[in-house]
């Protein structure tokens, strides 16, 4: 999909979720904030100048997943967005809708899109062709919005777990981000031998060598990543000691 194509995309989701809160009036205009500060960053990470340095530099690619897996998806579920849109009824079977909920199928489902698309075979084949590199970004932010559902619970989930299992998802979460980490920024090697074949490119884009980037890339994912994890299990923590209503408890849709 065009860049241009996804700007509009995002431009009307803001549309939409704008009409949809003023209509609402019960979403604090914090959550708003939120909302839009995640479409922001799916824009950086798809419709951006950052989006055409990914071919060039592995850290450029790193912080499109960064942006969509950890960023954007977290942010957009604070702004509430399916209570901003108005009251849907959602046409899907019971047991699908749990499953997809599930922190073990969310958990997985994030760990697996993590993964698949950091094998070098797969890696190439989404750098390759404009196909599989759209597919490979809807899954990060899809995933990315499955895997922060049970740790937001944005209306209309009901939790079926302890609030304090998500401390432990959240950890869990960080061990394959550190496992990619540690091999990119160990190995000797460049991992993903395309960005050899730019010699010129690199060199003039921070003056990285294709093993820097790649070490930088990795530094960059598991920071990142440990930081959004930490400020998420603080925030939880300080809401199991002092715990509030929710907002969903407060709306009536």
Not at 19 to 46: E, M, Q
Not at 100 to 119: K, M, R, S, T
Request: charged share 10%.
């Amino acid at each position: 999909m065009a860049p241009v194509s996804l700007a509009l995309v995002i431009v009307l989701a803001g549309i939409v979720y704008l009409r949809g809160w003023f209509h609402c009036r019960s979403i604090p205009a914090w959550r708003a904030c939120s909302f839009f500060l995640g479409l922001f960053a799916t824009w950086v990470a798809v419709g951006s100048p950052v989006a055409s340095l990914d071919s060039h530099m592995l850290t450029a690619h790193m912080i499109q997943h960064v942006l969509l897996m950890t960023i954007a998806p977290p942010l957009i579920w604070l702004g509430e967005p399916l209570i901003a849109i108005g009251p849907i009824r959602w046409i899907m079977p019971t047991s699908v809708g749990s499953l997809l909920g599930h922190p073990v199928f969310c958990w997985l489902a994030a760990a697996a899109a993590l993964v698949i698309w950091h094998a070098p075979a797969i890696f190439q084949l989404g750098m390759q062709s404009s196909t599989w590199h759209f597919l490979e970004h809807a899954s990060f932010l899809a995933t990315g919005l499955l895997f922060w559902w049970p740790v937001i619970q944005p209306w209309p989930s009901v939790a079926r777990w302890p609030r304090w299992s998500m401390l432990l998802y959240l950890f869990l979460a960080t061990l394959p981000c550190d496992v990619l980490s540690g091999l990119l920024v160990f190995s000797d090697r460049v991992v993903y031998p395309m960005y050899l074949s730019m010699p010129g490119m690199v060199p003039r884009m921070g003056g990285l060598s294709p093993l820097e980037d790649q070490e930088c890339a990795a530094a960059l994912m598991w920071t990142c990543v440990t930081v959004v994890f930490l400020v998420a299990g603080t925030i939880l923590s300080m809401q199991m000691l002092s715990p509030k209503p929710r907002l969903q408890d407060a709306v009536s849709v």
